[in-house]
């Protein structure tokens, strides 16, 4: 099982790998383009995935970032937007219980520790709605309603 870990869309190694395995065109274009939705399409012999790692800023907002993932009978790449600290954990974590992993499992384990970063997030946005309810039910006023749209956006 062979495990490529790209920190950089636009390396050139995903362009030798896209050839190495056969991988759709369109497939490494999205890897280049971010903003894509989170997915799973099935593509002759391998799976393409996208995820959607998410990261807390130090100002409270939340980031979403790309994952791309190729899965194979004997592959896995992984294609990171860097900056996403979270994510780079996960990958990281899954990498050192890769010994005898197959790459089915690897990403299982990338997939599930995604997710586990969505709680924080979560977490935070139930507390800012708390915060805004509680607010606009007390003393609604125009500043009220300005901070309820910007948490929307």
Not at 19 to 39: F, M, S
Not at 62 to 85: K, S
Not at 91 to 98: F, K, P, Q, V, W
Not at 118 to 135: C, F, I, K, T
Request: overall charge negative.
């Amino acid at each position: 099982m062979e495990w490529h870990d790209l920190r950089d869309p636009n390396d050139p190694k995903l362009d030798e790998l896209a050839a190495r395995y056969q991988l759709h065109p369109l497939h490494v274009e999205d890897c280049r383009h971010r903003g894509q939705n989170a997915k799973v399409e099935e593509s002759g012999d391998y799976l393409f995935v996208v995820l959607k790692p998410v990261a807390i800023e130090s100002d409270g907002t939340l980031t979403f970032f790309d994952l791309d993932l190729f899965l194979g009978r004997d592959f896995l790449i992984t294609v990171e937007e860097g900056g996403c600290a979270p994510a780079r954990q996960v990958l990281d974590r899954a990498r050192a219980g890769s010994q005898g992993a197959r790459p089915d499992q690897l990403l299982y384990r990338i997939a599930d520790g995604i997710v586990d970063c969505y709680l924080p997030a979560l977490d935070q946005v139930d507390d800012v709605s708390d915060a805004l309810e509680a607010e606009v039910l007390e003393q609604p006023t125009p500043e009220a309603l300005d901070k309820i749209f910007t948490a929307k956006r």
